[in-house]
């Protein structure tokens, strides 16, 4: 813990929130393990949260203080070519795309800076609590997209690979969109139990069994196959899941560089679909919220006030206790 000055508007466009509610993300492991190299030296972490603006600039026109709102991962000026088409990851502004709790501060902290307020900030309904909202603006927002991207029809069968945080949010946003079948694919037993206990309609296998299934399948693979896990050899077996003209989306942020073995794949003529994600979806994620067709509390399986987050970080690092999500409470007790 670290005692920085609260942040201030430096931009006619920026909110200070007040932190309600944060989480810890995968990528701020991987931004302490050096592999994001845009990551800034000794930045406040944290891109996913909810709060109460404290404070908005003259040019700020959506949110004013005292709204309750979810923090969009990504900082975006609407006005670029990429935003315009909706890439807003890719915005060329100099706050653009993944700036928050990357290259400026985040929100494992009391108050965070958002810049361009009017699309970082979504107002949250008064009938959705924080907790339903905390993952409105990264994660949820990241399933939503590769569910979006993955172009599912309804005879489909979708393969997901990966029942971590990131995996059971694309989960919940994949059967929005109704495919015939879902096989979710899962090395953690514990974390296969809790697919089978939340989502019973959603066939669960290990990643041993996974291309034995995957071949078996009437049409020689999955339709659509959707890589969240990142592992040693799941990116091989995401392609290799894939029937001929599949969709592979892959949404896993790897530590290492993955091999494309073209030779080995000619004739499959996949399409191949990467991440990072387009957060421009969470005012529609917060309805769906509202109208009771997503909930992800479950996903949030502990809570720690920021004063402990050392004690988070080595739980969701060590993954013990069951762990899938951590939330963080402002204040110290
Ligand atoms: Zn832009």
Redesign the pocket.
Known sequence: MLEKPKPEILDQKDAIVKVTLSSIYSSDLHIKHGSVSRAVPGITVGHEMVGIVEQVGTEVNTVSPGDRVAVNVET?????????RGY?NN???TN?GWALGCRIDGGQAEYVRVPYADRGLNKIPDNVSDEQALLVGDVLATGFWAARISEIKEDDTVLIIGAGPTGLCTLQCVMLNNPEKIIVCEASSERREFVTHHYPSVQVITPGECLDMATALNRGGADVVIEVAGAENTFDLAWKSARPNAIVTVVALYDKPQVLPLPQMYGKNLTFKTGGVDGCDCAEILKLIEAGKIDTTPLITHTFPLSRIAEAYWLFENKGDGVIKVALTAGNS
Do not use: A, L, R, S
Request: proline residues 0%; hydrophobic residues 30%.
């Open positions: 975006f000026c609407g006005e670029c070519f990429f935003c315009k807003v915005c060329t502004d653009g």
